[in-house]
């Protein structure tokens, strides 16, 4: 199965001054990340504009965002910048629906508590349960629910490979996008310059299908990565540079959109590659 990754610029909000606009955005953003299960998102630094603030605020409102419902309180309190946060529509992803009922062998997020000296983490539920893993106190983990004998409950640290379904995706600031990812992960820079990708389809299913995962650079609002970037920098590190929206009728794609219409036609050719 190709693990999908995705990289945004830290002036994706360069076109938005009011905090209400650049939540809304980010919004999008983190819908269309869980609709097509991106396991990772860079914040990579535009080498042109690079914001402080908005990098924060990027990479606060997608965490914010992608944590459960009930863990929020206890991992972000009250913050100025998530002021908007509840205008948001959920994300639905599994690691969210989740009651206050526990169930034997069930996956949840958790934060780990310390109480005289033995480790606890909150699931959720309306008791904490006993913690058996390494993570400290305050830490956010993934635990796997269990029952003992005596019906008491458990819960053991897992990593998030070890489920089997989509659980979220982690964000990730990175100085340098070329430096993101293994040598084994397929780049692919998206450009209205970039080849049709009609052009490349039939090579595009068959790459991604031999491939672990996939790398898709994203350029900011105002500029792309021709802009951003030297040419000879993007044909040197990216398998792919390709135009996902083929005889655009408006003047400039904006990111968030480019994001979803370029994830939909990439979960496509996943599909494809899967039934050859």
């Known amino acids: 199965m190709t693990i999908l990754h995705v990289a945004l610029p830290t002036s994706l909000l360069m076109e938005d001054t009011d905090l209400r606009d650049k939540t809304i955005k980010l919004g ?5 990340l869980a609709i097509f299960k991106v396991e990772r998102v860079y914040i990579y630094r535009d080498p042109k504009q690079d914001r402080e603030s908005d990098r924060r605020l990027i990479r606060e409102m997608l965490e914010y965002l992608e944590t459960p419902q009930y863990l929020r309180k206890k991992l972000f309190g009250l913050r100025p910048s998530l002021k908007y946060a509840g205008l948001l529509p959920p994300l639905k992803i599994p690691s969210h629906m989740k009651t206050s009922t526990l169930v034997p062998d069930e996956y949840r997020e958790g934060v780990v508590e310390e109480k005289a000296g033995q480790k606890f983490v909150f699931v959720g539920s309306d008791f904490l349960v006993p913690f058996y893993g390494t993570a400290s106190a305050g830490s956010r983990v993934t635990v796997q629910i269990e ?6 409950w458990l819960a053991r640290q897992k990593q998030r ?8 995706y982690k964000v990730v600031y990175i100085d340098d996008i070329f430096s993101a990812p293994s040598k084994d992960c397929l780049m692919v820079a998206t450009s209205r310059l970039g080849t049709p990708i ?11 299908s031999n491939n672990k995962s996939v790398l898709i650079i994203f350029g900011s609002p105002k500029r792309g990565l021709f802009d951003m970037f030297k040419e000879n920098e993007l044909r040197r590190h990216c398998h792919f540079i390709l135009n996902t929206v083929e005889g655009q009728g408006v003047g400039t794609i904006r990111t968030e959109e480019s994001l979803c219409i370029t994830l939909s036609l990439f979960s496509l050719a996943l599909s494809l590659g899967k039934s050859r």
Request: charged share 20%; aromatic share 10%; no cysteine.
């Open 161 to 168: 490979d070890d489920i089997h379904e989509y659980w979220g």
């Open 28 to 32: 999008h953003v983190a819908r269309a």
């Open 198 to 208: 009609s052009v490349v389809w039939s090579q595009l299913v068959d790459t991604l």
């Open 147 to 152: 029952q003992t004998d005596n019906l008491s």
